[in-house]
């Protein structure tokens, strides 16, 4: 079993920068793929970025690509999205995931473990 907790959200006016965090319990952080994905009010769970065990290797979303950074400290159980010249469209909640089990990493199902996720509001 897998626990994770996110932290960083807020309230940021469009253009600002947020950097989430997500913290997780359990001694094999290191061997799972990480992930985020963000939800707004009234849309479907959306991949954002994920990054493998090692670090080495990122995946994002296009839509975030040049914008966002996803890295990991292995030795402090953490993830973390730094996300820069944030939207207004990108209000929404942050979640992290781990634990790919397989198909497509933009999936939301493919993950089996989810935080209770973090509320990014960016204003105009």
């Known amino acids: 079993q897998v626990q994770l907790v996110e932290s960083g959200g807020g309230l940021v006016q469009a253009g600002g920068s947020l950097r989430l965090s997500c913290a997780a319990s359990?001694?094999?952080?290191?061997?799972?793929?990480m992930a985020w994905f963000r939800q707004a009010p009234g849309k479907e769970r959306e991949f954002v970025a994920a990054?493998?065990?090692?670090?080495?290797?990122?995946l994002y979303a296009d839509s975030v690509k040049g914008r966002f950074t996803i890295s990991r400290d292995n030795a402090k159980n953490t993830v973390y999205l730094q996300a820069n010249s944030l939207k207004p469209e990108e209000t929404a909640v942050y979640f992290c995931?781990?634990?790919?089990?397989?198909?497509?990493?933009?999936?939301?199902?493919?993950?089996?473990?989810w935080g209770q996720g973090t509320q990014v509001t960016v204003s105009s």
């Open positions: 990054i493998w065990m090692s670090g080495g290797a990122t």
């Open positions: 995931a781990c634990e790919y089990i397989g198909g497509s990493y933009y999936h939301p199902s493919q993950y089996k473990y």
């Open positions: 359990g001694r094999t952080f290191s061997s799972y793929t």
